[in-house]
Structures are given as structure tokens and as C-alpha cells.
């Protein structure tokens, strides 16, 4: 932590990218209970405040969702995975055809969610996503699931990402690794902050792998690309309280 707030003191030019389920809130088993605490928004509003730092939220969460929560604090979002951007208080959207694959996809969902009691679909604009977290069945049901997407897979142009009680079907354009990149070329960072929580963030990792500039954190256990781990929720809230 020394080191990190040393480096972070010392740099010019700062970008800090943070996930929100499961690295900034907790997860819960309504997804639109996961409202952000007035700590963590009074310490993210302390920190886009400093000059020369760029706080970006970079979620899977859809473009309302995630606006909803973040969208009245002065800072970029990025929502879909990459496949939505909020950029100085406006939305982009990418130009991309999920049209092929959408349907299909869908039935598939469709069936998981009648044979599992408590799981849902989540329809967003770019992708699809079937949460089991309340369901007893959701962890089996998921296998299969994914064993089955994963036959399409070879005749669609998707990806499946197998998440904290998610399974979600995205096209093969997004990814939030690709979003950094693009990020980073357009930028002359010499320091990055990059904390997230599942294997939607392990893109990210990858990418800042090599680079001295960035620190990376995984919250929870696991394996990771990521440099450093912290333990939970808490954890990444107290460690930007220090950095604000």
C-alpha cells in the first residue's frame, strides 16, 4: 500500500479503472439492490476531484443500470463490457450485429430458465446473461448450459463468459481488454490502478500484465493475471479512501 500510494502521489498523469459487482458493491441476490454506499461515492467524487486522474467505471452491467448508480459523478463509464462508453457525459454505442446469434441464443436461455427455478435473463443491448444466484439447481444447470453454448459457439460469432453465478453470451468484438487498449493508446499514463473481480476483468489483467505503470488487484481468491489480490468489498473501498 506505501508503494502504491508513493507511486500514485509521484505520477503525472493517473487512470484508475475499477469494476462494480463484486469489487466496488457487493453482490446481491436482486441485482438492482447493489446500490453504491455514500462512502464510496463521497471517496470516488474525492478522487476525480485531484487533478491529472481519470476514474473509469468499467462494467458488464447495462447502460441504465450502471447510469443509474454512477452516472450523476463527473467521471467516464463504460458499460456492455466495452460495447457502450459514457465519454465526457455522453453515450456511444459500437456499431455492432448481435442479430445472428441473438435469437438462438435466446431459446437456449429460455429453456435453462424453465428447467431453474429462481434463475433469470437479463436482456441487455449487446448481450445476454442468465443469473442462477438464487436458484438451488443454478450451479449444475450452468455446466450444462455451457456445454451447450459452446457447441453454438463454433457456428456463431460469440463468446461465453462463465461469471459469478452468470453465464453471458457476448459477441466476439467486445471485451473489456480490447477497451483498455484503446484507452491506453490514446493516453500517456504513468500510472494505472485496475482492480475487478471475476473473469470478465482478466482481459484487463492480461493487457497490464508487462506494464511497470499499472497495479492490478483481483478482490477474492482465485487464479488471476493480476498483480496484488485484496480480500473483499471493504478491502478496495478502505484502499481508495487512501488514495482520496
Known amino acids: 500500500m506505501n508503494n502504491l500510494s508513493e507511486k500514485y502521489k509521484q505520477a503525472k498523469n493517473r487512470l484508475i479503472l475499477l469494476d462494480y459487482d463484486g469489487t466496488l458493491v457487493d453482490f ?3 441485482p438492482d439492490d447493489a446500490v453504491p454506499s455514500t462512502e464510496l461515492l463521497c471517496t470516488l467524487q474525492k478522487i476525480v476531484t485531484k487533478p491529472n486522474t481519470n476514474l473509469i ?28 462508453i459514457k465519454f465526457q457525459g455522453k ?5 455492432i450485429d448481435i442479430s ?5 441464443v435466446l431459446a ?22 442468465w443469473h442462477y444466484r438464487n436458484a438451488d439447481t443454478g450451479d449444475i444447470q450452468s455446466r450444462n448450459l455451457i456445454d451447450i ?15 459469478n453465478k452468470v453465464v453471458e453470451i457476448k459477441s466476439n468484438e467486445i471485451g473489456k481488454g480490447e477497451t483498455v487498449k484503446y484507452i491506453i493508446e490514446k ?7 485496475c482492480i475487478g473481480d471475476d473473469k ?13 505503470e499499472a497495479i492490478t488487484i483481483k478482490v477474492g481468491d482465485g487464479n488471476t493475471f493480476a498483480k496484488y489480490h485484496l480480500g473483499n468489498v471493504n478491502n478496495v473501498i478502505e484502499l481508495l479512501k487512501q488514495l482520496a
Open 108 to 129: 437456449i436461455l429460455n429453456e435453462a430458465f424453465s428447467s431453474c427455478p429462481g434463475s433469470f435473463i437479463e436482456m441487455k443491448t449487446y448481450s445476454l446473461a
Open 200 to 212: 470478465t476483468d482478466e482481459d484487463m489483467f492480461e493487457f497490464f500484465h508487462n506494464r511497470p
Open 57 to 84: 467505471i468499467i462494467s458488464g452491467r447495462n447502460q441504465k443500470d450502471i447510469e443509474k448508480f454512477v452516472g450523476f459523478l463527473p467521471i467516464d463509464i463504460i458499460a456492455e463490457h466495452g460495447a457502450i
Open 91 to 95: 453515450w456511444q454505442k459500437r456499431n
Open 28 to 30: 446481491t441476490s436482486v
Open 100 to 104: 445472428e446469434w441473438k435469437e438462438p
Open 149 to 163: 453454448l459452446e457447441k453454438m459457439s463454433n457456428s456463431y460469432n460469440f463468446k461465453i463468459l462463465d461469471g
Open 187 to 193: 493516453n500517456n499514463y504513468d500510472f494505472v490502478l
